[in-house]
């Protein structure tokens, strides 16, 4: 009784052993590795688009592994069936991943595109806004240029080498002295006008007389009516540091001093106006 | 004379059959699709770069090809073919590799250009 109850028990055990033993399937680990790389790409939709083929390379590989695991074939051969299962899930990662990064690259190429069309039509915005700015500014100096031509004319400047020179003729001042008569003021007045409205320049007043007397008395002369057009323009509001005044008696005469119209012409005060910057060419 | 003549026939019959069963008797053949896929799977990734972006993948590939000629020589064909099989998927991968890595270099390209444009349009917008 005992003996038979031994013998069912351990045929059931043994019975329960075998059975355990056919349900396992045989285990691999480099079969397990293989199928986890395939698993993980199986569903990867840019891996299905570029990589299709060396994925179901991977899948065929695997089986056959599984199959020679199966039938007990040499281990060498499962391996290396697994081996192949590997490399061919992870050359379908690979191009799956590149699929990805090109679509990236794509997009990005469209960005850029997008951006540098932005960047042209600033540039082309900048280039334009500059030129119309140029116009204004060059219509502008022409305007500017135009109203100093004629507010010299009316102040009966000439263009000289030195710059615009103004004329005080002798009639302008007494005879022998340093007034100036009235006409000569209207002169001044007007003169004092335009360096207001032209605040950048600046003037230079140089006396002159004919050869007639001693030099150092031509010389105090001419500086002396220089000075009086400065004092003139002082009163009108100009700051004397835009005036410099300077006494030249009998130098550089504009005329012959042997006639009487010649020694006129030589007795004057001539006003020298600067450039846009102030600079005044000196003799 | 006839009789001599067929006889030696024969043996000649029997003596050139015998050789093409021991020929398909010996373990496998030399594995030459396989080397061919091996060597063009090799010029492919050198064609994809792989010398620069996978030198050592790639060198594993030419190793094996390399052992798998020296088992051909001692007439080990199965493990030869296997050989020259794993080296051609390490070609593949090494192409595929370099291949992607490629890619990776112009994506971030890009992205610098895109960036310094950017910055450019910042500084020049007020």
């Known amino acids: 009784m005992i003996r038979r109850l031994l013998i069912s028990c351990s045929t059931i055990v043994l019975g329960a052993l075998l059975a355990a033993c056919a349900g396992t399937p045989p285990q691999n680990a480099s079969i397990e590795a293989a199928r986890a790389a395939y698993q993980a790409i199986a569903d990867d939709p840019y891996v299905a688009r570029s990589g299709a083929s060396q994925l179901r390379q991977s899948e065929q590989a695997l089986k056959r592994a599984e199959s020679l695991l199966k039938q007990d074939a040499e281990t060498e051969k499962v391996e290396h069936s697994a081996y192949l299962a590997n490399r061919y899930a992870e050359i379908a990662a690979e191009r799956g991943h590149r699929a990805r990064l090109q679509e990236q690259i794509a997009t990005a190429e469209k960005r850029r595109e997008q951006l540098s069309l932005q960047a042209e039509s600033l540039k082309a915005e900048r280039a334009r806004s500059e030129a119309r700015q140029a116009q204004t500014e060059a219509q502008r100096a022409r305007a500017e240029a135009e109203r100093l031509k004629s507010e010299m004319e009316a102040l009966q400047a000439t263009q000289t080498p030195r710059g615009m020179v103004l004329t005080l003729g002798d009639v302008l001042f007494d005879l022998d002295k340093a007034d100036l008569k009235s006409a000569g003021l209207r002169t001044v007045e007007r003169l004092a006008q335009f360096m207001e409205e032209y605040p950048e320049r600046r003037v230079r007043i140089e006396g002159y007389t004919d050869s007639t007397g001693p030099d150092d008395y031509n010389l105090g002369l001419s500086e002396r009516r220089a000075q009086a057009v400065r004092d003139a323009l002082m009163q009108e509001g100009i700051d004397s540091s835009r005036v410099e005044v300077k006494g030249f008696g009998e130098q550089y005469p504009v005329a012959s001093n042997d006639s009487a119209s010649g020694r006129q012409q030589n007795r004057r005060v001539e006003i020298v106006i600067s450039d846009e910057e102030g600079t005044i060419n000196t003799r | ?126």
């Open chain 2, 1 to 126: 004379m006839k009789n001599t003549h067929r006889e030696s026939a024969r043996v000649a019959l029997v003596l050139c059959l015998a050789t093409i069963l021991a020929a398909c008797a010996t373990p496998g053949e030399v594995p030459v699709q396989a080397k061919t896929s091996a060597e063009s799977a090799i010029t492919s990734a050198e064609a994809a770069d792989a010398r620069q972006f996978e030198p050592v993948l790639l060198n594993r590939a030419r190793n094996k090809v390399a052992d798998a000629q020296q088992l051909i020589a001692a007439e080990e064909f199965g493990k030869a073919e296997r050989l020259l099989e794993q080296a051609t998927v390490d070609a593949k991968l090494a192409a595929a590799r370099a291949e992607t890595a490629q890619a990776r270099n112009a994506a971030e390209e890009i992205d610098r250009s895109i960036d310094q444009l950017r910055q450019r349009l910042n500084a020049a917008q007020p």
